[in-house]
């Protein structure tokens, strides 16, 4: 595709429900990262995959919090018994090659726990 | 743990008031600096990238500056269009991307 895709753009759930978010990289980038924004803060770092390799998960909040991708396609990050804390815009970064090149963002995914 | 912190928080400049942006880190070897800007509601975008001190890269009024401890975004004869949040970022060893909070800019007419 053109750039990084997410879906949807906006959720709005209900405390204690499980939200799954979507992100489409671009073709080829083997590189996929996942961050949090809080409404006026800076990102924070959630998880990245880099091909093959186990990614590192270590920024990950809680439990609550997975993802998974499949070879250097689709990703999803999913969140369980979402909370209100968990508000945020959930944002995707792809890169063709970690370390060698600037990662491309998608517009984000707005969660609005209720 | 890798460490960024941009100054100031927020500026406000007079269109044509030239100004800069600084970041400040503390990494255990630094693989690249990146400095994005995003807009309301939007993801960031790629700006530059800087991989070693005394790098320079320049982009219509934007120049970007590394040193072995920060980097500046200098900002030449702002418009309003250049009115957002700037970003910096720093790659270390395990390509992890750290972010700073980011300067919110506005630059008045």
């Known amino acids: 595709g053109a750039g990084v895709s997410q879906s949807p753009s906006n959720k709005v759930t209900e405390k204690g429900k499980d939200v799954e978010l979507r992100c489409d990289p671009i073709s080829g980038h083997t590189a996929l990262y996942w961050y949090r924004q809080r409404l006026g803060q800076g990102l924070e770092f959630l998880i990245y995959?880099?091909?093959?390799?186990?990614?590192?998960k270590s920024g990950l909040p809680s439990d609550r919090f997975s993802a998974e991708r499949t070879g250097e396609s689709v990703s999803t990050l999913t969140i369980q018994r979402t909370q209100q804390e968990d508000s945020a815009v959930y944002l995707c970064?792809?890169?063709?090659?970690?370390?060698?090149?600037?990662?491309?963002f998608g517009q984000g995914t707005r969660l609005t726990v209720v | 743990e890798d460490q960024v912190t941009q100054s100031p928080e927020a500026l406000r400049l007079q269109e044509g008031e030239s100004s800069s942006l600084n970041c400040s880190y503390t990494v255990s070897g630094l693989r690249g600096l990146f400095w994005y800007r995003q807009d309301p509601g939007k993801g960031p975008e790629f700006l530059f990238t800087l991989y070693s001190a005394g790098e320079e890269k320049e982009k219509e009024r934007l120049k970007a500056t590394l040193t072995k401890k920060e980097s500046f975004l200098h900002i030449t004869a702002p418009k309003p269009e250049d009115s957002a949040t700037y970003l910096c970022?720093?790659?270390?060893?395990?390509?992890?991307?750290?972010f700073g909070e980011g300067t919110q800019l506005t630059v008045n007419p």
């Open positions: 970022a720093v790659e270390t060893s395990g390509s992890r991307l750290t």
């Open positions: 970064a792809s890169r063709s090659q970690a370390g060698t090149t600037e990662a491309f």
């Open positions: 995959f880099q091909g093959n390799s186990a990614p590192d």
